[in-house]
């Protein structure tokens, strides 16, 4: 820490955000020697996984890559212990990362943000806490996730309900006693999916109100063995150097096929065969084209389907838990834990509201084509203001008093591969808008990693500010589109309401949040940024710049 004013601290940098990207970079931004200090308005470490206590709640990428490979200390000591890991285990690997690596000591909890202001006079950002103190930093960094702003229904009455109503990403920590208790469940994204199980085996019934069905894809999640781990241990920079570079992050092979160049008998083998490996192998390891033929995205789409019917007992609850509107990947697949498996159960019963949306909340339930279903508890598992709430709920102020939220709603959203914004200088975000659909720690160290050696370079060459030229954010919007385009994401996302295209949020402008170029591309073109000594994010440089029109010399105003 440094002070120009005795009464307000400052620091070379200000991270927002304690879970994987505010641990990651304060571990990465320590070891150049910059005054680093972490705000999170939590009570501990661990970001969504502080947050989200819900029954159920675990991963949906396994162990091998749901971590950090920069520490071999933490690699050799600690024990994962499922292959997908619940989020006490998870919470706990962030805790031990904290302790490991000796972060607490610049990590301060309960602390809001409410306001961060830049100064072109005196080049600092000035954070205003909800206590009213300040602080001050060179460099701002957002690590505030991109789920973690929680969307609550638009349905009329829901503040009437007399009993309990939580959401997914606000459960009690102590947990909820749902013994002999009606529960109502609304949304059945990937929170809800996890949670209906543990829901179902506690409740005394449930009721899934059920817009739109996803295109869930099982598994099981067996213990780590001894020699799992040690393999791990032995090959980590292999594993992560693999997930890396792969379009979502994961060390997982790729397909050698089109769905589109094989005989039915084969692609319902090679469907069947990675249906039982689980989870994302169906996603990833088919075909090679799952994601950008709609006619190979049909296949998968009625293979799961036909999964659906065998599994489920009642044929209509079958029916209506086939998405038809919308094809495989039209929205990022969730996995399940036995969530086909419960619709089996007496207890559990499913109200489709595609065709008639619930018109009310009343103190005693959820009313649905004139039926008042009666609850005791009411669960949200109604999703999020993806990849840009947490960012627009604070006012992140940059040149001529313009807060963040009002660039994005005066232009749409720009951003510098997801990494900075014009108009916003020294101001950093991991894992921002119109960064990679990836399993998140992938992108979360190389990212950290970057920022590292931006920063690096920009003190030792005398650059007092990093900030996107508008040519170099109109490179990247453009380009962030045309990838979107070019996968069934795009327009089956839309039919579909996904997060990544704003679906989900009413109101909310319909623009690509991801990226879905891949990941290991995104990796190549930070790779690029660097070699080309930074040029899209130094106005006056006058720096040649791939990401910069031949022709056009980038501007700051």
């Given amino acids: 820490m440094h002070t120009t004013d005795p009464r307000v601290e400052t620091y070379d940098v ?46 949906d ?131 809800g999916i996890q949670m209906l199980p543990e829901l179902a085996a ?20 067996p213990p780590v063995t001894p020699e799992e781990l040690a393999s791990l241990r032995e090959n980590y920079d292999a594993v992560f150097e693999r997930a890396a570079r792969h379009p979502f992050g994961v060390p997982m092979d790729f397909p050698a096929h089109s769905a589109l160049e094989v005989d039915d008998d084969e692609r319902r083998q090679v469907f069947e065969s990675k249906w039982q490996a689980g989870g994302f192998h169906f996603a990833m390891e088919c075909f090679t084209d799952l994601m950008t033929s709609p006619e190979a995205s049909a296949y998968a789409s009625e293979f799961i389907r036909g999964k659906i019917r065998e599994v489920v007992a009642d044929p209509r609850t079958a029916e209506a838990l086939c998405p038809t509107t919308y094809t495989f990947m039209g929205k990022r697949p969730p996995t399940g834990h036995g969530y086909y498996d419960a619709f089996n159960r007496e207890n559990v019963e499913l109200v489709d509201v595609l065709a008639s949306p619930i018109t009310e909340v009343t ?74 659909l990836s399993n998140l720690p992938v992108p979360v160290q190389r990212g950290a990693q970057w920022l590292q050696r931006a920063l690096s370079f920009a003190r030792e060459n005398g650059v007092d500010q990093l900030e996107p030229t508008r040519e170099a954010e109109d490179w990247w919007r453009a380009e962030t589109e045309r990838a979107g385009h070019a996968t069934v994401m795009y327009a089956e996302g839309r039919k579909a309401g996904a997060w990544f295209v704003g679906g989900n949020v009413p109101g909310k402008r319909e623009e690509m949040a991801v990226y879905l170029g891949g990941g290991h591309v995104y990796q190549d073109l930070c790779a690029e940024v660097e070699a080309e000594a930074y040029a899209g994010l130094r106005p006056d440089a006058g720096l040649p710049s791939a990401h910069v029109p031949a022709g056009e010399t980038p501007q700051v105003a």
């Fill in 61 to 191: 990428s396994e162990y091998d890559s749901y971590a950090f490979s920069f520490s071999t200390a933490v690699r050799e000591e600690w024990v994962w212990t499922e292959r997908y890991p619940r989020g006490e285990e998870i919470r706990a690997y962030l805790e031990f990362v904290a302790d490991r690596l000796d972060l607490r000591r610049d990590i301060r909890l309960s602390t809001r943000v409410e306001r961060a202001e830049h100064s072109d006079s005196t080049n600092l950002w000035t954070l205003t806490l909800a206590d009213g103190s300040r602080l001050r930093s060179t460099y701002l960094v957002s690590a505030t996730g991109l789920l973690s702003r929680p969307v609550l229904p638009a349905v009329p009455g829901l503040e009437t309900f007399a009993g309990p109503a939580h959401h997914s990403a606000r459960w009690p920590h102590e947990g909820v006693d749902l013994t002999d208790k009606r529960v109502g469940m609304i949304g059945v994204g990937a929170s």
């Fill in 363 to 436: 103190p005693r339930g959820v009313v649905v084509d004139g039926v008042e279903h009666e609850l005791d508890v009411l669960v949200l598992a109604t999703g999020f203001d993806a990849m840009t709430g947490a960012l627009t709920a604070i006012d992140v102020v940059g040149r001529e008093g313009i807060t963040l939220r009002e660039r994005w709603e005066r232009d749409g959203l720009l951003t510098y591969l997801g990494i900075g914004v014009h108009g916003f200088p020294n101001f950093f975000m991991s894992v921002g808008p119109q960064t990679p």
């Fill in 202 to 221: 506690q409740a005394a019934h449930v009721t899934v109100f059920q817009r739109t069905p996803n295109y869930v894809v099982e598994s099981t999640s």
């Fill in 14 to 59: 200000v991270v927002i955000g304690a879970g994987y990207s505010g641990l990651a970079m304060l571990h990465h931004l320590r070891e150049i020697g910059l005054s680093t200090l972490v705000v999170d308005a939590a009570d501990g470490v661990g970001g969504t996984w502080w947050a989200n206590r819900y029954p159920g709640v675990r991963t």
